[in-house]
């Protein structure tokens, strides 16, 4: 595939777009962290204590994410991918509770695992490797401007609308409704297969 064959299928949108909004949120909360969590109640202390287990737990399903992700369509990984953004970020506006503390940590554990396999494999296993360094690029500056917008996000909803939660809910929206979608996310290669199996 080409950069321009690959952004007429629905799977380059599916995958892209959730992958950007992961890194769109998590530059949102990282910039805003210390706030975040005292418009929640808690301490600069417990704001930093969620990296860590945090960071095992997306090593885990980073290595559980990458030997699986041969066996599967790659379409299942990301159901998980967009149903913790989902945990995470309704966790994130529900930071006063407790349980929802832990729920940060796991939701967003579990995006950044998963979030490092589709990286590395859905373009070439979508779309060949003759393209592979425009269409990871393209995807690539996608991400990185989402990244750009997430703290301008936050910023804005704190200081316009006077609490994080609008971006935190509002994201958690959109997410759901790719979440909807996600089971078009298929690989265009089997279409592929299937025409020339028929041909």
């Known amino acids: 595939f080409t950069l321009a064959e690959a952004r007429k299928t629905a799977g380059f949108w599916l995958f892209s777009i959730p992958l950007a909004l992961y890194a769109l949120y998590i ?7 210390v706030s975040l969590f005292e418009h929640a109640g808690l301490t600069k202390e417990k704001a ?8 095992v737990i997306s090593v885990t399903i980073s290595l559980i994410g990458g030997y699986i992700s041969d066996r599967i369509k790659l379409k299942y990984l990301l159901y998980i991918c967009l149903g913790a953004q989902i945990l995470a970020l309704f ?3 529900n930071l006063e509770h407790e349980v929802f503390y832990y729920g940060y940590i796991v939701g967003n554990g579990i995006v950044a695992g998963i979030y490092n396999v589709l990286m590395a494999v859905t373009w070439p296993r979508f779309y060949g490797r003759q ?35 609008y971006s935190i809910f509002g994201l ?22 299937l025409l020339n199996k028929f041909s």
């Open 27 to 33: 530059t949102g909360f990282t910039f805003h962290l």
């Open 48 to 55: 930093l204590a969620i990296f860590i287990p945090s960071s």
């Open 91 to 93: 966790s994130m506006g």
């Open 131 to 165: 393209n592979l360094g425009r269409i990871t690029g393209f995807v690539m500056s996608i991400i990185v401007f989402a990244s750009a917008l997430g703290p301008v996000l936050f910023s804005f909803s704190l200081s316009q609308l006077g609490s994080y939660n």
């Open 172 to 193: 958690a929206g959109i997410v759901a409704i790719f979440a909807l979608f996600s089971k078009k996310a298929d690989n265009p290669q089997d279409k592929l297969e």
